[in-house]
T-cell receptor, first 110, second 110 residues
Framework: NAGVTQTPKFRVLKTGQSMTLLCAQD?????MYWYRQDPGMGLRLIHY???????AKGEVPDGYNVSRLKKQNFLLGLESAAPSQTSVYFC?????????FGPGTRLTVT | GQQVMQIPQYQHVQEGEDFTTYCNSS?????IQWYKQRPGGHPVFLIQ?????EVKKQKRLTFQFGEAKKNSSLHITATQTTDVGTYFC??????????FGKGTKLTVNP
């Protein structure tokens, strides 16, 4: 099993550009999450999903959109990137217990 | 909303010394989880505590959940260089999502 994978690993965007981060899991988990991690801020929840076709807002959802068209995939979109969205993005999935995290995407917005 | 405070933010110890990080929630938790993130890595699940007053041990690591289920601690006995990383607590208050503390970054001087 690959577990949780994220694409891409690194990306540099210019202000105003858009992009989509892809998260995939092969553990048949119902729940999936997108976090951002900034120095000294811990992990902050952006959006999450409790099943295929569902999404919900987390703590810091502004500027992001998500979709869960297939159970194994959770996409995070930035429509118009801003420097404040420079961060490391982690995807995670779980069933009823621990969360499994992907390796992260390091995004820089200039 | 639910908040999880974690102290200290940083801790530097000499190898062989003990280390403790503390976690406090603004609300009663249904369970608390602990994660470790190595430098440059992603968070990895360590343990989950569910019962009031619960104590669990993993080799040199001791985890406690408070009687009121609002606080928790992680204690490492005789630290080793392999313990280096950031330790996060994450509380679940009954919803499908975890609220993470900001983490304690542990450095160990050999």
């Amino acid at each position: 099993n690959a577990g949780v994978t994220q694409t891409p690993k690194f990306r540099v965007l210019k202000t105003g550009q858009s992009m989509t981060l892809l998260c995939a899991q092969d553990m048949n988990h119902e729940y999936m999450y997108w976090y951002r991690q900034d120095p000294g801020m811990g992990l902050r929840l952006i959006h999450y999903s409790v099943g295929e076709g569902t999404t919900a807002k987390g703590e810091v959802p502004d500027g992001y959109n998500v979709s869960r068209l297939k159970k194994q995939n959770f996409l995070l979109g930035l429509e118009s990137a801003a420097p404040s969205q420079t961060s490391v993005y982690f995807c995670a999935s779980n069933d009823f217990y621990e969360q499994y995290f992907g390796p992260g995407t390091r995004l820089t917005v200039t | 909303g639910q908040q999880v405070m974690q102290i200290p933010q940083y801790q530097h110890v000499q190898e062989g010394e003990d280390f403790t990080t503390y976690c406090n929630s603004s609300t009663t938790l249904s369970n608390i989880q602990w994660y470790k993130q190595r430098p440059g890595g992603h968070p990895v699940f360590l343990i989950q505590l569910v019962k009031s007053g619960e104590v669990k041990k993993q080799k040199r690591l001791t985890f406690q959940f408070g009687e009121a289920k609002k606080n928790s601690s992680l204690h490492i006995t005789a630290t080793q260089t392999t313990d280096v990383g950031t330790y996060f607590c994450a509380g679940e208050g009954g919803s499908e999502k975890l609220v993470f503390g900001k983490g304690t970054k542990l450095t160990v001087n050999p």
